[in-house]
């Protein structure tokens, strides 16, 4: 079976993010955004099948590309740019202890 380049790449991405929860969110975060995604039907069959995927890492995969879930909401927000105002008031919170980082 030929891998394309967006398995490939997947594949390589869960290598590397390994059990790193938060920087598996950032690979699918280029993966993904408002318009959808970049996986053919074909292409998520691949993935499912693939023993080199964890079935965590497949599993916020597919919750990722699933319109309307947290995890896709979640996704397409680290896409989004933020304004100035809006980083200085996080930075106001978390100086003040009203806020926690969150990646």
Not at 17 to 44: E, P, Q, T
Not at 77 to 102: H, S, T, V, W
């Amino acid at each position: 079976m030929e891998r394309n380049q967006a398995l490939q790449y997947i594949i390589l991405a869960s290598e590397h993010a390994g059990s790193d929860f938060v920087l598996w969110l950032r690979y699918l975060s280029k993966w993904v955004d408002r318009s959808g995604h970049i996986f053919s039907s074909s292409d998520i069959a691949q993935i499912a099948n693939e023993k080199k995927i964890s079935p965590f890492q497949k599993t916020i995969l597919l919750e990722a590309i699933t319109p309307g879930t947290p995890t896709n909401e979640y996704i397409i927000k680290l896409r989004e740019p933020r304004d100035k105002a809006e980083i200085l008031a996080i930075e106001r919170r978390l100086r003040n202890g009203e806020q926690f980082y969150q990646a």
